[in-house]
């Protein structure tokens, strides 16, 4: 197997973490990109290399902020070199019932969940497709599939990386580079874990399996959009959420 340089976003949080371990054990070398104002950096990477991941190169980037993204991509570059595969999954949530949602709550989702795709994805696929091979690996969600009352900021900015997956894939599709999107539903991470016991048995009521999505299970899909023999596909969306919506 060829050794590919990939470059994920949203990195240390629950699922970049998963994402990051699974594109390492593929054999590849992973840049992991982080908020510039993200203080457990050095905690972070002591677990994974105690975990066994010692090669893990960290370049801080706001990814709502494109001269921040341009900074990034370059110290990227020059400590891992070509960046051949990306994972843009930062994201975060502002949760709001749209009657009284804010316009800064709206912003700030968009900007960090979408217009973060063109910031980042702008660095590096015209020399993806240069080289003749590249994979863009986009992660949606299934509330940006079906929407979610309280999320119509996340919604729609999820449901618009499906959009721009379906689209950038039609461009780059002749030019050896492969764009796809990764739809989950609720993952056990931290963040949903520590959820009131209550609600989060509601959530896991509601889906057919009858629990969360193993973090690992989505880093296995987007090591699969990575590999050499995922070069057919494109413009998908793997909806990963145990059954909780068909499209």
């Known amino acids: 197997m060829t050794q590919r340089v990939a470059l994920v976003t949203g990195a240390m949080g629950g699922l970049g973490t998963a994402i990051c371990q699974a594109l390492a054990k593929a054999g590849h070398k992973v840049v992991a990109a982080y908020h510039p104002q993200f203080d457990k950096k050095e905690e972070w990477l002591k677990e994974q290399e105690a975990?066994?991941?010692?090669?893990?190169?960290?370049?801080?980037g706001d990814v709502a902020d494109l001269a921040?993204?341009?900074?990034?991509a370059?110290?990227?570059?020059?400590?891992?070199g070509p960046i051949d595969i990306l994972v843009n999954n930062a994201g975060i949530t502002r949760d709001k019932m749209f009657k009284g949602m804010e316009r800064e709550q709206w912003d700030a989702v968009i900007n960090t969940n979408l217009s973060s795709l063109f910031n980042v994805t702008k660095q590096v696929s015209a020399k993806m497709a240069d080289r003749g091979w590249g994979r863009i690996i986009n992660i949606s969600s299934v509330n940006g599939v079906k929407g979610?009352?309280?999320q119509t900021n996340y919604s729609a900015a999820k449901a618009g990386v499906i959009g721009f997956t379906k689209a950038l894939a039609q461009e780059l599709a002749a030019k050896g580079?492969?764009?796809n999107a990764i739809a989950p539903g609720?993952?056990?991470?931290?963040?949903?874990?520590a959820i009131r016991e209550d609600i989060l048995k509601g959530i896991i009521d509601s889906v057919p399996v009858k629990r969360l999505a193993k973090p690992e299970e989505i880093g296995f899909a987007v090591v699969f959009l990575a590999d050499e023999l995922s070069g057919f596909t494109t413009g998908?969306?793997?909806?990963?959420?145990?059954?909780l919506h068909y499209q």
Do not use: C, H
């Open 177 to 179: 580079v492969t764009v």
């Open 74 to 80: 370059v110290e990227a570059e020059q400590k891992a």
């Open 51 to 60: 975990a066994g991941f010692k090669n893990f190169i960290p370049v801080p």
């Open 68 to 72: 921040s993204v341009q900074a990034m």
């Open 236 to 243: 998908a969306t793997l909806n990963i959420n145990g059954g």
């Open 148 to 150: 979610q009352a309280g």
């Open 186 to 193: 609720y993952v056990a991470t931290k963040m949903v874990t």
